[in-house]
């Protein structure tokens, strides 16, 4: 979609972004040992200063990895933040916009035995730095195979919401790697890890995945992903929210 560098000032109105992809690795890692993961952000990825009011942002896809093999080539994951990758250097500010429909899922074409770790995270949002949303819509976003956050990933910084609405967002289920049960994707509309601040806000109808089955008999063996709506492991304030109808995967908490 859009890269915006560091020191750079990106102001984005009235505008859709729909059906891109960041890059990625679609090979097998059959004949050498790298780990090559997708590339993050595949609407947008800001370095720098942004601003988007009144724009759609939709089924947009962060990069694929390259694939595992039998005989030893080791599997990356896919990129972070299928519709909007914010780092660490980055400033957001959006007013006014949909995030909905955008994912981490690479599709894999090729059998993964040995994969490193579980799949991108933030369906609609990573943000590593500083995320302001005003009156916005993050819906219907989702990651794959045991990634974390599906509608939003907050890993550092500061996350601050206010009369948004976070629905329908769901991780995706665990899924056997190296022969061992993976636990699915954690905080099925938000996964924090740092400061979040959440006022006048609706978290809604979102979802964590299941465990990945046996080898044997399709029982579920790794966990379920906590927090439905929100898994949290740093500093949360919620003021005149609205929290409901979320639910976990099987063996999953909250």
Same mark, same amino acid.
């Given at each position: 979609g859009i890269y915006n560098g560091p020191g750079s000032n990106l102001e984005i109105r009235d505008c859709d972004f729909f059906g891109n992809s960041a890059g990625g690795y679609t090979g097998s890692g059959a004949h050498h040992s790298v780990t090559l993961n997708g590339s993050d952000g595949g609407g947008i990825y800001n370095d720098g200063s942004l601003y988007i009011s009144q724009c759609i942002i939709s089924n947009n896809t962060s990069g694929p990895p390259n694939s595992g093999s039998h005989s030893g080539g080791q599997g990356g994951r896919s990129g972070h933040g299928g519709g909007i990758f914010n780092s660490e250097s980055g400033t957001a500010l959006m007013t006014g916009s949909w995030i909905t429909g955008n994912n981490t899922d690479p599709k894999r074409e090729i059998p993964d035995i040995h994969l490193t770790g579980v799949e991108g995270s933030g369906g609609g949002i990573y943000n590593a730095g500083y995320f302001t949303a005003n009156a916005c819509t993050i819906d219907s976003n989702f990651t794959a195979n045991g990634g974390n956050g599906?509608?939003?990933?907050?890993?550092?910084?500061?996350?601050?919401?206010?009369?948004?609405?976070?629905?329908?967002?769901?991780?995706?289920?665990?899924?056997?790697?190296? !022969?061992?049960?993976?636990?699915?994707?954690?905080?099925?509309?938000? !996964?924090?890890?740092?400061?979040?601040?959440?006022?006048?806000?609706t978290v809604s109808g979102n979802y964590t995945g299941k465990g990945a089955d046996t080898w044997t008999n399709s029982v579920p063996n790794g966990y379920g992903g906590s927090g439905g709506g929100i898994y949290t492991l740093g500093e949360l304030h919620l003021q005149s929210c609205t929290i409901c109808r979320n639910r976990t995967g099987m063996g999953g908490q909250g």
């Open positions: 599906g509608g939003i990933y907050h890993g550092s910084g500061e996350l601050l919401l206010s009369k948004c609405t976070v629905s329908n967002n769901f991780t995706g289920d665990g899924y056997n790697r190296d !022969y061992s049960q993976g636990d699915a994707g954690s905080g099925g509309g938000i !996964y924090s890890m740092a400061y979040s601040r959440l006022v006048n806000c």
